[in-house]
């Protein structure tokens, strides 16, 4: 199809758009919340934390007592199972996990602490994320022989986004709940906006190119139809005997899609993580030995950061140089030292939120693939792809510390692998039917939005709950 054909280079001219002007919203965002912060700082009491034995109950990342409600068939965990397998559906098929969706409806709904929604949440990504990876190994890249999953962009995004994650989960424990909210709902307004913005140029550059195939079919066949077309006998044979392409089978495609080196690189760095957060959680908080593991964290991703940072600006000059303007890997940019420093720093803001929120950090990786060219199957893919690891290490942390009830905890996970296939499968099918990527950028934009809002009416219930009940609301000791 000529559809298929064109695909990569229409991405490719989207995303030559200029990203300054989003750029410009999240700093200018960022520095309200900072004024903000400093004025209520100045303005809180101190002694009110002292005052307000519960008041921590209300952040994040606060010492708030444990809430496990029991697993029984109520209404409760009927909205659990519905909302918790659509989020798990649409974010797997956005590359953007859903969390922000399921730490609200486990903390409202279902009556889970805080700290323990978001282990949950981070269990319902994990089960989504691991489904749709063996879903998209058994898929072909839909332009080109190379696997779906950029296993290049993913070894550049994982340390950062492991060392990200690190970092927020560090911040949620000073952070007062007002402004991790506020930081949240405008870094998600902009992400969802500039998405939904990416996904209506795609679509109508994908009606542009279905007009014009249409078009050409029908001169094709009128042409056809007025004339009468002879064929040389001698021409038939040849004609009839051209090869035509081998479908490949499903393992034959899952065996073309894995990269062992690549994984085992992946899962050196998540190894490496696993063990350093484990000796963090058992020091004692503040001491030497616990900031030493926590600094070890930071040459451990930049060591495979700038490896595979190396790695594509070399083969990419290389390739300039030999007049082969073929991209690198699925992103259509030509990669430098400033390039390499942007991907790190978003790869570091999508594991802070991710370790603010309670989620994988593809509400930052999935909107800044597309950004950086990459096509939406694609960007969803690797998203996902690099949640799972992200997601799957906080599990196990979290299973060692005993975060999370293991019966609740297994039965959203199976939901979740069960949302993740359906997700995937009734979405690639739409996809290939209506011949429109842009789809999964609109579901991608659906989710990020849907996330900021339930963010934002949770977050501002519990403000102003604080203020009624005048609660400290300035920044908290970390090593109180």
């Known amino acids: 199809m000529v559809m298929e054909g064109r695909e990569g280079s229409l991405y490719g001219r989207l995303n030559r758009s200029s990203t300054r002007g989003f750029l410009a919203y999240v700093a200018a965002g960022a520095a309200c919340a900072a004024v903000l912060a400093c004025f209520v700082q100045s303005?809180?009491?101190?002694?009110?934390?002292?005052r307000n034995d519960d008041g921590g109950a209300l952040r994040l990342g606060s010492r708030s007592a444990r809430v496990w409600p029991d697993l029984a068939f109520n209404w409760r965990v009927v909205v659990a199972t519905v909302v918790g397998f659509l989020g798990s559906a649409f974010g797997t098929v956005g590359g953007v996990g859903g969390g922000g969706i399921f730490v609200p409806m486990l903390n409202l709904v279902v009556g889970f602490d805080t700290k323990s929604a978001a282990a949950l949440s981070k269990c319902m990504i994990m089960g989504a994320s691991a489904s749709s990876v063996w879903y998209n190994m058994q898929v072909s890249h839909p332009t080109k022989e190379a696997p779906v999953i950029d296993y290049k962009l993913a070894l550049l995004f994982q340390p950062m986004l492991m060392l990200g994650i690190t970092i927020g989960v560090e911040l949620s424990v000073i952070f007062p709940y007002w402004l991790i909210t506020v930081l949240i709902i405008i870094l998600f307004i902009g992400t969802s906006s500039r998405s939904f913005y990416k996904g209506i140029l795609m679509w109508k550059e994908e009606s542009r190119i279905l007009m014009e195939t249409r078009e050409r079919e029908e001169q094709s066949k009128s042409a056809c139809a007025g004339s009468d077309v002879v064929i040389d006998p001698s021409y038939e044979e040849p004609l009839l005997a051209q090869p035509q392409p081998k479908e490949k089978s499903a393992l034959e495609t899952l065996l073309f899609n894995l990269r062992w080196k690549n994984i085992?690189?992946?899962?050196?760095?998540?190894?490496?993580?696993?063990?350093?957060?484990?000796?963090?959680?058992?020091?004692?908080?503040?001491?030497?030995?616990?900031?030493?593991?926590?600094?070890?964290?930071?040459?451990?991703?930049?060591?495979?950061?700038?490896?595979?940072?190396?790695?594509?600006?070399?083969?990419?000059?290389?390739?300039?140089?030999?007049?082969?303007?073929?991209?690198?890997?699925?992103?259509?940019?030509?990669?430098?030292?400033?390039?390499?420093?942007?991907?790190?720093?978003?790869?570091?803001?999508?594991?802070?939120?991710?370790?603010?929120?309670?989620?994988?950090?593809?509400?930052?990786?999935?909107?800044?693939?597309?950004?950086?060219?990459?096509?939406?199957?694609?960007?969803?893919a690797t998203a996902t792809f690099v949640m799972m690891f992200s997601s799957s290490?906080?599990?196990?942390?979290?299973?060692?510390?005993?975060?999370?009830?293991?019966?609740?905890?297994?039965?959203?996970?199976?939901?979740?692998?069960?949302?993740?296939?359906?997700?995937?499968?009734?979405?690639?099918?739409?996809?290939?039917?209506?011949?429109?990527?842009?789809?999964?950028?609109?579901?991608?934009?659906?989710?990020?939005?849907?996330?900021?809002?339930?963010?934002?009416?949770?977050?501002?219930?519990?403000?102003?709950?604080?203020?009624?009940?005048?609660?400290?609301?300035?920044?908290?000791?970390?090593?109180?």
């Open 43 to 50: 303005a809180a009491d101190p002694t009110a934390a002292a």
């Open 264 to 380: 085992l690189v992946l899962m050196a760095v998540w190894s490496s993580f696993l063990v350093l957060q484990i000796l963090k959680n058992n020091s004692k908080s503040c001491s030497t030995f616990y900031w030493v593991i926590n600094v070890l964290q930071i040459p451990v991703a930049l060591s495979v950061f700038l490896w595979e940072a190396v790695q594509l600006c070399k083969e990419s000059r290389t390739r300039r140089m030999n007049g082969n303007l073929e991209c690198v890997c699925e992103a259509s940019i030509e990669w430098s030292p400033a390039q390499l420093i942007f991907c790190a720093f978003c790869g570091l803001l999508g594991g802070t939120v991710g370790g603010l929120l309670g989620s994988g950090g593809g509400f930052i990786l999935g909107p800044l693939l597309l950004e950086l060219g990459c096509i939406p199957q694609v960007a969803s």
């Open 393 to 480: 290490l906080s599990v196990v942390e979290f299973y060692f510390l005993g975060r999370f009830p293991i019966p609740f905890a297994a039965y959203l996970i199976c939901v979740s692998i069960l949302a993740g296939f359906w997700g995937q499968c009734l979405v690639r099918k739409l996809v290939h039917v209506l011949k429109r990527a842009s789809l999964i950028v609109f579901i991608l934009s659906s989710v990020i939005f849907a996330s900021a809002l339930t963010m934002g009416v949770v977050g501002t219930e519990k403000s102003i709950s604080m203020i009624h009940n005048h609660e400290y609301m300035g920044f908290l000791d970390f090593c109180e």
